[in-house]
């Protein structure tokens, strides 16, 4: 265990201030929480912070043909794992590449958010129905969506669990969630401390293990049916159900 702390903010999963130091990035901590083991940052970044950094990341180029493959996987395991059909939200959307995929699926009817407009441009300019804003700027009604996709999403939020409460309440009974996001356990990331390239504010905010990401979500009321862990990639998949 490292230096004990009060943390700035609280943990975004229980609420508690004394955490554990990890590593020190620049003016921000990253620290364990002493109650409920979740990695986050200490202070959140400033919104100012936080826009100039994704702007940044929108002005890159983004590759396509890995991600289709990527999204097929998605759309496949959405299927095989529910077998459900309807409206599907996706959270963080970005440029539309997973609604580009289910264009060619008549099982979902697919609508998306995101916070970056330069991005959102691009997925209407692909014909795809999408909206700028978090969840809790979009007033769905209750129960609205069969599936929701939060594919390296979880990681930025400032109030991981703030939306996921929001995103319990638009799914529908029955419906499912699917997260990805990197896992702080992986190997890799234990090897390379620090220098992990998912380590890093003002982007990533908070670091799950399979553990603390399950508690998460099952604190916003799903019931997890897996948390996956890929061995060559220090990525985890988790599937939830509302039931």
């Known amino acids: 265990m490292g230096e004990t702390l009060m943390t700035e903010n609280v943990c975004p999963l229980c609420g508690h201030r004394e955490g554990s130091l990890l590593y020190q990035i620049r003016n921000y901590a990253i620290v ?20 100039a950094f994704y702007q940044g990341l929108a002005s ?4 396509g043909s890995l991600r289709g493959f990527k999204y097929r996987f998605l759309v496949w395991l959405m299927g095989r794992m529910t077998g459900l059909r309807g409206e599907l939200l996706e959270i963080g959307c970005a440029q539309g590449d997973l609604g580009m995929v289910l264009k060619r699926s008549k099982r979902w009817r697919y609508h998306g958010i995101d916070l970056e407009p330069s991005l959102l441009s691009v997925a209407k300019k692909k014909g795809l129905e999408v909206s700028y804003g978090g969840i809790e700027d979009q007033k769905f009604d209750d129960e609205t ?17 703030e ?11 029955k419906g499912v969630l699917l997260v990805g996001t990197p ?25 799950f293990t399979p553990a603390t990401l399950r508690k998460m979500v099952e604190s916003a009321g799903f019931k997890v ?6 061995i060559l990639k220090t990525h985890m998949t988790l599937v939830a159900k509302k039931t």
């Open 32 to 51: 364990r929480c002493r109650s409920c083991d979740l990695i986050h940052v200490s202070p959140v970044p400033s919104t100012e912070e936080t826009s």
């Open 60 to 63: 890159k180029p983004r590759p």
């Open 163 to 173: 939306t996921l409460l929001e995103v319990f309440r638009v799914t529908r009974k």
């Open 145 to 161: 969506f069969s599936a929701v996709v939060m594919w390296h999403v979880l990681e930025h939020l400032p109030r991981p669990m």
């Open 183 to 207: 896992n702080i356990e992986h190997r890799r990331a234990r090897a390379q401390g620090p220098r992990w390239k998912y380590i890093g504010p003002p982007g990533h905010l908070s670091y």
């Open 225 to 230: 049916s897996f948390v996956y862990g890929h």
